[in-house]
């Protein structure tokens, strides 16, 4: 059936135009419902479950399903839709444009009126139609909505209405579905007590025209980690300078999240304030004490130079909440019988929510997962609801669990849609896959890898040509050929990113068939490949450079020890170790050559675990060793990608997938400076090259590993490398590398940016075919700005994983003294480097309940006076290392100071702190 709708509508240029709108209404529509003989099979597939909802409810005590409304759906289908409780939802999407339960906008009706009618027309028209269906079970559909005058309405209309509260009390089989019932407080009810904290946000219509008069600035809340009172906020679209606005204060935060998009009023100058150099930990205080909190903010106001003072503001309103499920742990009331308590989170820089459950003596001492639903301005915290419960806290599988949850790390199994994709088993090169590829199997091709490593994405080869000349070949896996532009496959590894790795396991971004078998170059297998293959002299000069889709097949799969063992063995002398020799050879005159230029070396301390084959604990911890081989493999790697990287340009000068690194703003560069000058050396930061020359220079004979800690100190400073498209920029280059252009093209397997890569290439070659997104810079734009942040989440949940697996050691392991270098001063505290574990971590000199020893903290040396005892950067300092397990919830790798010796502060290299649970841990090993 056609409706249509005519009227008249004056053009600019004053003519009258007709415009007619048609509405085709269908008599084709199902009700969804299986077995329903009414609809005559209208519908392809049952699009409810097969039984409605069990009886369980008291107030619906005969079969039905539930019809929710918009609200109901958006803000509390946890509750009334999930696994476990089998809840059938009708569906009111499907019936608009059906004949019977269509609904016309009336005069003077508004958009949501009459949504909510059409709503109610729908119920109705279910509870008749089913009717007919099943007679004799009188089947029902109950409308579930939170609207008072919606449920009126309905009842009215001989609808069966419930709240979704009144609806959830009433499943007697699922009591705890009451916990997960979003608490939605009503404006009007927010200052029941008459008391206010905050001051209101402003409309987004205000927020809006004040962000455009330049009154308010628009940005991204960043919470502080170590200051709970303190954040900045990311201006959007500033200067490189300004981009910077600091918040003090609980009032100055005015109820925003980490990562909300806020609008922000900057303070006047005389307001202005300097980051706070303390470390403040909101400590669970009574949440109706805010005189407490006022007290801790007049902490942070020190009087400092003006040349201090960075641009201040206050939070006015909120453009966009970006909340998210929370991990953390229930702060159960002190208050007997409570049902109201408080969760905390695991991630400091989100606030403690408020919940209501009557499950808090079952979720003590377990990782929970929360909702933020909103912050009323009368309470010091959010209200949300409970979500999950995830496990023990300290299992190693719900710690894993948590820190996957908390980077947003997609690591659920890959979908049958996603496998559908993959190819069939057994699987072998034909060949239309020979098409457009050179057969290079002959050559003397081996990986060089991690031990254990199985998603191998790159092999090498170096051969003497006739000419005297040297080839040398990069191979990265081909896995852009299995995986095709817009299918399942390649959406899920566009949203994945990247591949995660944690200490014991491995998070892949391809599905295993890909990645440890059909993709991985193992040795011996004939594989697919993408070769960079130079033609250079002795010299490491490029003569010629040439790119094809190839097939392969590796001599050898060798860690880098064995390939280091070759290269140093005189007896060795067969065709792999050669091409190894050659590789290293080369390696070495271009990683001179790159110095040269102003590439920097910088350093970090990673660790390796070493785990028991029963338990999979920690049993060993020690800092990587990296070989000439590691060296050798990257410089390799480095020249692929700088070389693909200008070809694609070449070719794309719109839409190449780059990789920069920006140079740090001259402030990133103080606190390096400052801590080389404190050690009468002098490191200089106009360019890359100045840095990376006195960084060489900046050697003492007495103190050998003063270099290092002033390269650690040096990555601290840099800025984060980014993906972006080069139609999008200007900037291509990259500062630590000291390359004008640069992408990553050799490990795809780990990486979708390859992938991306690997498919512009190949046009570029003529090796396949181009496709619609391949060459639109805006989509390509969005794809980088995933990316970046699948890129950042991964090495944050894998440094969780190594301080999680740091626990674990130092919980079998019992107190533990070792020398220690610092790193950082701060006003009440410390932070060091444990070179032996790669370990970093602070030491406290206030704590809770102890006497306050005097302490003079210096920002311009910087230094820390305490008593009489004055602490530098790098000064060496001998600390305790134990595990504090005294709060569950954020369980941690506690260090104290042994030496040097400060009455009151320093303690016995082997005394028990008595806020951990060693000393329980000893008796209990003892008894046994």
Not at 20 to 27: A, G, I, N
Not at 88 to 111: D, R
Not at 432 to 448: A, F, G, I, T, Y
Not at 859 to 880: M, Y
């Amino acid at each position: 059936m056609l409706k249509s709708k005519t009227f008249l509508k004056k053009t600019r240029a004053g003519g009258v135009m007709k415009i007619v709108r048609e509405h085709y209404l269908r008599d084709d529509i199902g009700c969804g419902a299986p077995g329903c003989a009414a609809c005559g099979g209208a519908h392809e597939g049952p699009v409810l479950e097969p039984q409605p909802l069990d009886p369980a409810s008291s107030l619906c005590p005969r079969p039905h399903y539930l019809l929710p409304d918009t609200n109901v759906l958006l803000h509390q289908i946890v509750s009334v839709w999930r696994p476990g409780t089998r809840a059938s939802v009708a569906s009111s999407l499907q019936l608009p444009g059906s004949l019977e339960t269509y609904v016309e906008q009336e005069q003077g009706e508004n958009a949501n009126d009459r949504n909510d009618r059409a709503i109610r027309v729908a119920a109705k028209w279910y509870n008749e139609h089913l009717k007919k269906m099943s007679a004799e079970n009188h089947l029902q559909v109950i409308f579930i909505t939170n609207d008072r005058k919606n449920k009126e309405k309905a009842i009215e209309e001989g609808i069966p209405a419930f709240t979704c509260e009144e609806y959830v009390k009433s499943l007697t089989a699922n009591p705890e579905l009451i916990d997960r019932l979003a608490c939605l407080s009503e404006e009007g009810n927010e200052i029941e007590n008459g008391r206010i904290i905050f001051s209101e946000h402003l409309p987004l219509s205000k927020l809006q025209q004040g962000i455009k008069s330049g009154t308010y600035l628009q940005g991204t809340f960043r919470a502080s980690r170590e200051n709970y009172l303190e954040a900045t906020v990311w201006v959007h679209g500033d200067t490189e300078e300004d981009k910077e606005i600091i918040l003090q204060g609980l009032k100055n935060l005015n109820r925003a999240v980490h990562e909300d998009i806020v609008a922000i009023e900057l303070l006047p100058k005389n307001q202005w304030v300097a980051p706070s150099s303390v470390v403040l930990h909101d400590e669970g205080q009574n949440e109706d004490d805010v005189e407490k909190e006022e007290e801790r903010e007049r902490i942070l106001k020190t009087a400092v130079s003006e040349k201090m003072l960075k641009p201040t503001g206050r939070v006015v309103g909120i453009i966009k909440r970006n909340w998210r499920p929370y991990c953390g742990m229930l702060s159960k009331s002190d208050i007997k019988e409570s049902r109201r308590h408080l969760f905390t989170p695991a991630d400091r820089r989100i606030p403690r929510i408020r919940i209501e459950t009557r499950q808090a003596s079952a979720l003590e001492g377990r990782r929970i997962i929360v909702a933020i639903d909103g912050w009323p301005r009368n309470s010091r915290y959010p209200n949300g609801h409970f979500v999950k419960n995830l496990g023990e806290v300290g299992e190693k599988e719900t710690e894993t669990e948590v820190l996957l949850l908390e980077h947003d790390v997609p690591h659920q199994p890959f979908s049958q849609a996603v496998l559908s994709f993959l190819p069939k088993m057994p699987w072998s090169i034909t060949e239309k896959d020979m098409k457009n590829r050179e057969d290079l199997r002959h050559l003397c091709v081996c990986s060089v890898d991690p031990p254990g490593c199985t998603d191998i994405d790159d092999a090498l080869h170096c051969r003497e040509l006739e000419n005297g000349n040297l080839e040398v070949g990069v191979h990265i896996a081909d896995v852009s050929h299995f995986i095709r532009p817009g299918n399942a496959l390649d959406q899920e590894s566009a949203r994945r990113g990247t591949t995660v790795y944690l200490c014991e396991k491995r998070i892949d971004m391809v599905p295993e068939l890909l990645s440890s078998n059909l993709c991985s170059l193992r040795c011996n297998v004939d594989r697919l490949a993408f070769s960079c293959i130079w033609e250079m002299n002795h010299d490491a000069e490029i003569l010629k450079v040439r790119f094809t889709k190839s097939v392969i097949n590796s001599k050898a799969s060798l860690t880098y020890a064995e390939a280091q063992m070759r290269i140093d063995s005189a007896a060795m002398n067969d065709d792999i170790t050669t091409s190894l020799r050659g590789l290293n050879k080369l390696a070495k005159i271009l990683k001179k050559r790159r110095i040269e230029k102003g590439a920097l070396t910088l350093s970090s301390p990673e660790v390796r675990f070493h785990m028991d084959s029963e338990t999979h604990d920690p049993i060993d911890l020690q800092t990587k060793e990296l070989r000439e081989t590691n060296s050798m493999v990257e410089e390799f790697m480095l020249l692929a990608n700088i070389s693909v990287a200008k070809k694609i340009h070449e070719e794309f000068s719109e839409h190449a997938l780059l990789r920069k690194h920006p140079a740090p703003p001259p402030s990133n560069y103080e606190i390096l400076v400052k801590a080389a000058k404190s050690k009468n050396l002098e490191i200089k930061t106009d360019t890359a090259k100045s840095l990376a020359d006195s960084l060489d220079r900046a050697d003492s004979p007495t103190f050998p590993y003063l270099n290092t800690l002033l390269r650690i100190l040096a990555t601290r400073c840099m800025m984060q490398a980014v993906y972006f498209c080069s139609g999008m920029d200007n900037d291509f280059h990259h500062y630590g590398l000291a390359s004008p252009i640069y992408t990553h093209f050799t490990s795809p397997i780990r990486r979708y940016a390859d992938i991306i890569v690997h498919r512009l290439l190949a046009v570029a070659i003529g090796a396949d075919c181009t496709y619609p997104e391949l060459t639109d810079k805006h989509k390509l734009a969005d794809l980088c700005k995933n990316l970046n942040f699948r890129h950042k989440m991964a090495q944050y949940a894998q440094r969780a994983s190594v301080a999680f697996h740091t626990q674990l050691f130092f919980k079998s392991k019992g107190i533990v003294s070792e020398e220690a270098y610092i790193l950082f001063v701060r006003k009440n505290a410390i932070v060091v480097l444990i070179p032996k574990y790669g370990l970093e971590g602070t030491v406290f000199f206030e704590e809770k309940d102890k006497p306050k020893p005097k302490l003079i903290y210096d920002d311009e040396v910087p230094s820390l006076k305490i008593e009489d005892t004055v602490f530098h950067i790098f000064d060496k300092v001998k600390v305790k290392i134990m595990l504090d397990s005294s709060n569950l919830q954020h369980q941690k790798i506690r260090m104290s100071l042994v030496e040097p010796q400060i009455p009151g502060i320093s303690i016995l290299a082997d005394t028990p702190n008595m806020d951990s649970d060693e000393p329980e841990r000893k008796k209990k090993k003892h008894e046994k």
